[in-house]
C-alpha cells in the first residue's frame, strides 16, 4: 500500500519546485514576459500540472497566500480568551521578524520580490485582493465570536492594514537601499507603532497639523 505521507511529500516538493523555477523566472525576466509553458519546461512537468498545482499563473510568485491566511486566521481564532486579536497578531507579527521568516519584509532578498511585484498590474491586482480575503477571514472569525459584523469589518480591516503595511514599510526601505540588518532591527518599532494605532484608535492624530 502506498503511503500516503510520501505521496503529500511528493506533491508538495513539486508544488516548490514549480514555484522556485517560476520565481526564479519571473525574476529574472518579469512577470508578464514569462508563460506557464515554459516554467513548466524550466521545471519538468507538463503545462497541466502546473495549473493543477497553481490555477492561477499569479499563484506561482505569491504562492505562500494560503498558507498566510490560515496562519493569521489561526492567531485570530485559536488565541486565549483574554487575548485581544490586536495583541495576538502584534505577538504573531514580531515571532516573524524574530525568526527571519520572509513575511516579516525585513529579509535581504526583498527587492527582487518587491520588482517582480510593484512591476505587474496583474500581480499587484492579486496582492490586493489577498488583502481582501485576509480582511474576510478576520471579519468572519470576530463576527462568530460578538454577532456584531459591523464592528468587525472595521477591525479586521484595520487589523489587516496594520499587517500589510508593516510588511511594506521594511520591504520598501531595503528596496531603497537601505541596510536590512539596519531595517530588521527597526522593525520591531515599527510592529508596535502599527498595532499601537488598531489597539489605541488614531484618535487627533495628526493633532498638530496646521493649515
Not at 72 to 83: G, K, M
Not at 123 to 149: H, K, N, P, S
Request: proline share 4%.
Amino acid at each position: 500500500m502506498a503511503d500516503p505521507g510520501l505521496r503529500e511529500r511528493k506533491k508538495q516538493a513539486t508544488r516548490l519546485l514549480i514555484s522556485n523555477v517560476a520565481t526564479g523566472l519571473f525574476v529574472q525576466r518579469g512577470f508578464e514576459e514569462v508563460t506557464v509553458a515554459e516554467i513548466a519546461e524550466a521545471a519538468g512537468v507538463s503545462k497541466m500540472t502546473v495549473f493543477n498545482y497553481f490555477p492561477r499563473k499569479e499563484d506561482l510568485f505569491l504562492d505562500r497566500h494560503a498558507e498566510r491566511l490560515a496562519e493569521l486566521t489561526s492567531v485570530v481564532r485559536s488565541r486565549p480568551a483574554d487575548v485581544s486579536p490586536c495583541a495576538a497578531l502584534r505577538r504573531h507579527q514580531h515571532e516573524l521578524l524574530s525568526s527571519g521568516h520572509p513575511l516579516s519584509g525585513a529579509i535581504a532578498g526583498g527587492p527582487g520580490f518587491w520588482w517582480v511585484l510593484t512591476s505587474s498590474p496583474a500581480l499587484m491586482a492579486r496582492w490586493y485582493e489577498q488583502e481582501r480575503e485576509i480582511a474576510d477571514a478576520f471579519a468572519a472569525v470576530l463576527t462568530e465570536e460578538t454577532g456584531d459584523a459591523f464592528r468587525s469589518r472595521v477591525v479586521a480591516g484595520l487589523l489587516t492594514t496594520a499587517i500589510t503595511t508593516v510588511f511594506a514599510h521594511a520591504m520598501g526601505r531595503i528596496v531603497a537601499g537601505e541596510d536590512a540588518e539596519l531595517v530588521r532591527r527597526e522593525q520591531a518599532a515599527i510592529v508596535d507603532q502599527a498595532f499601537d494605532l488598531v489597539e489605541h484608535g488614531v484618535r487627533q492624530f495628526p493633532a498638530d497639523r496646521t493649515d
